[in-house]
C-alpha cells in the first residue's frame, strides 16, 4: 500500500496492539463529509461512505473506479439516529439495537467503533461481495489466497464454506485481505478478542463475514474494525497490518532479541527437530554433526526419559539449541496422569483450574484433567513459585531453550473460580507476562503464535501450517494417522500418511499459498510447521514443503530417530546446507517482496531486506526463464544464483 500521507499518532502502547489506544494530532485529523445517511472519509488512496442506514461501505479510487468494502449488515438494524460530526468523526446511533457507531479516518485508513449498551452479537463487515473482487486472502497459518469465484474452493471439499474461525487462535494475525484487478482492501479487526471470521458461499462466489460478540463480562462492548485501501496485491493486506502493528504496539525485531540474548542466534540457520530414542542421546547428537549439519534446534518430549545432562552438554557444545517441550495448560490428578508434564504439585489440581459458569472445571485436552488458570498462577506465584520451580525442574540438564506449548496460540480462557476469576483478556496479559519472563532466561517458543505474541518469543512451531478442520479429523484415527506407540518412535509422529486429494490441496497446493505470516513478522519471529506433521510424515507433499520453506525463508521442522537418519539424514543434512547461508543472510529482514510470475501461480519469487536475499521456485513441470519445473534459485546479496532441485520422498 502507498501511504501517501500518514497521519501523526499519539500512542498510550499498552502489552497489546488490540488494547493500545491511539489519537491523531488534532491538526492532521482529517476531516468527515456528512450528507444525509453517507459519511464520507477521506483515506489513502481515496476514500470510503458509510451508508449509516446499513453500515454498508463503498469505496473509491483515485481514478473514480468505486467497489463495495462491505455489504449491510446482516439483520435488522433498525433505524439510524440523526449524525453528528465533531473533532474529524461522525457519530450515529441505532437506538433499537442499543448500538452507537463512530467513523474516523486514522492512519491513513478509516476506523470504525461500534459500542454497544447491551449483550449481542453484530454481524459484520461482510466482505468479498463486490462482483469485481477476484480473492481473498486470509492469515490462515502462513496464508492461503483464495480465488472467490473457484468452483472447489466454494464447494464443501475444499473444507472452508460452512467454518469460521476466531479471530483470535483460529487465524494467526488479526486481519483479511481482498482483490480486485489492480486494488484491494485490507481489514483489521482491532477488536480480535470476540471476534470471528464465518465463510460462506453466495451463487457460487466465497465471501467473509466477521461476527463480534459484546460481552461486559469479556470487556469486548467496544468492536473496532479497520479498513483500507491497498494496491490488492498477494500480500498487500499484510503490509497494511504491519504497519499498522508497528503504529499499535509494535514488533520487536529479531536483531533485538538477538542483542538481549545472543543465544537466540543460534536459531539462524537451524532446522527444528522433535528427538527420540537414541536421537535424544549425546550419539545422536553426534551423528548429526557427522553428517555435516552444524545448526539446529532440538526438542525432547517432558517424558519420563528427557535428554540427560550428556546430551543436552554434547548439543550445546555442537552450537544446537536444546529444550524441552513443556505445557502450564493442562492439570491431571497427580496419582494418575498419563503424562509428567500434566503432573503438578499440590493444590494445583484440582484448585488451579480454569471454572465454568456452572462451577465445574473445564476439561483439559482430549478431555483429560483440566485447563489450568494462567490468573490462578498469577495469583500463586509470589509466594509459591510454581513456574519458576517448573522451569528449574525442566533445564536442570542444562538446556538452553524452552517450549511452552498453546501459551501463544490464542486458545484463551474465561474464568468463573470465586478464587481466581479471569476474562480472556487477561488470560492473554497473563501468558504474556510469563513468556516475557521466560524469554529473559532462555531461548523462548510456543505454539502457532499470534502476531499480538512476537515481542516475547525468538520461534515459533504451528504457525505456518495452514490447517483445515479436517486435519483434525484424520489426526484422530490412529489406524490411518498413526498413535502414541511405540514409546521410542510413536507412530503419531513416524508413520508416513497419504493425505486425502482435497486436505492436501486446500493446504499445501502451491498456487494457494502466499507469506503473510512472514510479510509482518519475518524479522521478528522465526516460524515452522506443526511438530506432529513432520517434514517426512507427508511423503507426497514432502517436495513442495521443502520448496515452501526456501522460498519463504523459514526452517523445516522434523522429527527424528535413529532409522529416519538412516532413511533420510543425507538427505537432511542437504536441505539444511543449502537453507543456512540464505538464513543467514536473511532472518533479520523484513521480506520486502513476493509475487507470481506466471498466470497459474506456480513460478513464485520472494525478495528480503534491501537486496540481502531474492528466490525464485518452480513449482510447475516446465521450465520457466532457465530455471527447471521442481527447482528453487537463491541469490545471496547479488552474487552467482544458486540452485536446489529437492527430491520428493
Given amino acids: 500500500m502507498n501511504v501517501t500521507k500518514m497521519i501523526p499518532l499519539v500512542c498510550a502502547v499498552g502489552v497489546l496492539a488490540a488494547t493500545t489506544a491511539c489519537s491523531p494530532a488534532a491538526a492532521d485529523q482529517p476531516q468527515v463529509e456528512v450528507d444525509g445517511d453517507r459519511v464520507r472519509v477521506p483515506v489513502s488512496g481515496g476514500l470510503v461512505e458509510v451508508d449509516t442506514s446499513s453500515l454498508g461501505l463503498r469505496a473509491e479510487a ?79 497459518g502462513e496464508g492461503i489466497a483464495v480465488p472467490v469465484a473457484d468452483e472447489w474452493w466454494n464447494s464443501e471439499q475444499a473444507g472452508l464454506v460452512g467454518t469460521e474461525a476466531a479471530v483470535v487462535g483460529g487465524l494467526t494475525m488479526p486481519f483479511w485481505g481482498t482483490s480486485l484487478p489492480g486494488l484491494g482492501a485490507s481489514y483489521i479487526a482491532e477488536s480480535d478478542i470476540g471476534t470471528a471470521l464465518r465463510f460462506t458461499s453466495e451463487q457460487g462466489r466465497l465471501r467473509a463475514s466477521a461476527s463480534h460478540e459484546f460481552s461486559p463480562r469479556e470487556s469486548t462492548m467496544d468492536y473496532r474494525m479497520t479498513f483500507a485501501i491497498t494496491d490488492g496485491g498477494p500480500i498487500a493486506a499484510a503490509r497494511d497490518y504491519r504497519d499498522w502493528l508497528q503504529h499499535h504496539g509494535g514488533i520487536t525485531p529479531l536483531r533485538e532479541k538477538i542483542a538481549r540474548n545472543p543465544e537466540v542466534g543460534k536459531l539462524i540457520g537451524a532446522f527444528h527437530a522433535y528427538t527420540w530414542g537414541r536421537a535424544r542421546t549425546a550419539e545422536g547428537v553426534q551423528r548429526l554433526r557427522d553428517l555435516g549439519i552444524d545448526r539446529m534446534w532440538l526438542g525432547y518430549d517432558a517424558d519420563d526419559e528427557p535428554m540427560d545432562e550428556q546430551a543436552v552438554a554434547a548439543a550445546k557444545q555442537a552450537g544446537f539449541l536444546v529444550g524441552p517441550y513443556d505445557s502450564w495448560a493442562n492439570a491431571q490428578e497427580p496419582g494418575q496422569a498419563d503424562n509428567p508434564a500434566s503432573k503438578w504439585p499440590d493444590p494445583v489440581w484440582p484448585d488451579a483450574c480454569v471454572r465454568e459458569a456452572d462451577g465445574g472445571v473445564l476439561p483439559g485436552f482430549g478431555g483429560r484433567g483440566c485447563y489450568l488458570s494462567s490468573e490462578a498462577f498469577r495469583r500463586a506465584e509470589p509466594t509459591q513459585h510454581l513456574m519458576a520451580d517448573r522451569t528449574r525442574e525442566f533445564t536442570a540438564n542444562g538446556a538452553n531453550s524452552y517450549f511452552l506449548d498453546v501459551d501463544a496460540a490464542g486458545e484463551l480462557h474465561s474464568d468463573h473460580s470465586p478464587a481466581h476469576p479471569m476474562a480472556k483478556e487477561q488470560d492473554r496479559r497473563n501468558r504474556l507476562d510469563r513468556m516475557a519472563w521466560l524469554s529473559g532466561q532462555l531461548v523462548l517458543g510456543s505454539e502457532t503464535a499470534g502476531s499480538w505474541a512476537n515481542g516475547v518469543l525468538s520461534y515459533n512451531h504451528g504457525s505456518v501450517t495452514p490447517v483445515t478442520d479436517q486435519l483434525w479429523k484424520l489426526e484422530k484415527d490412529k489406524q490411518s494417522w498413526g498413535g502414541y506407540a511405540p514409546q521410542g518412535a510413536p507412530a503419531f509422529f513416524f508413520k508416513p500418511v497419504r493425505l486425502p486429494a482435497d486436505v492436501a490441496k486446500a493446504m499445501y497446493a502451491p498456487e494457494y499459498r502466499v507469506p503473510l505470516y512472514q510479510a509482518v513478522l519475518h524479522d521478528s519471529v522465526i516460524s515452522t510447521e506443526r511438530w506432529e506433521l513432520s517434514w517426512s510424515k507427508l511423503p507426497d507433499q514432502s517436495k513442495n514443503r521443502a520448496m515452501l520453506a526456501m522460498l519463504h525463508n523459514i526452517p523445516l521442522n522434523l522429527v527424528l530417530d535413529e532409522s529416519e537418519l538412516d532413511s533420510h539424514g543425507a538427505q537432511i543434512a542437504q536441505l539444511q546446507r543449502f537453507f543456512e547461508p540464505l538464513h543467514r543472510a536473511a532472518a533479520t529482514e523484513p521480506l520486502a517482496d513476493f509475487r507470481w510470475l506466471t498466470p497459474d501461480h506456480l513460478v513464485q519469487r520472494t525478495s528480503f531486506g534491501d537486496g540481502a536475499l531474492t528466490v525464485t521456485a518452480n513449482f510447475s513441470a516446465r521450465p520457466h526463464d532457465g530455471l527447471p519445473g521442481g527447482c528453487l534459485d537463491a541469490v545471496v546479496r547479488g552474487g552467482a544464483p544458486q540452485r536446489i532441485c529437492p527430491a520428493g520422498l
Avoid at 483515485?62 to 468494502?69: K, V
Fill in 62 to 140: 483515485p481514478d473514480g473506479r468505486t467497489w463495495q468494502l462491505s455489504a449491510p449488515a446482516e439483520g435488522d438494524l433498525g433505524p439510524a439516529g440523526q449524525v453528528s460530526a465533531r473533532g474529524g468523526a461522525a457519530t450515529w446511533r441505532y437506538p433499537e439495537k442499543g448500538l452507537t457507531v463512530t467513523a474516523t479516518g486514522r492512519g491513513g485508513r478509516l476506523e470504525m467503533t461500534v459500542h454497544a449498551d447491551r449483550e449481542g452479537t453484530l454481524t459484520w463487515p461482510v466482505t468479498a461481495t463486490d462482483p469485481a473482487t477476484t480473492e481473498l486472502q486470509l492469515p490462515r
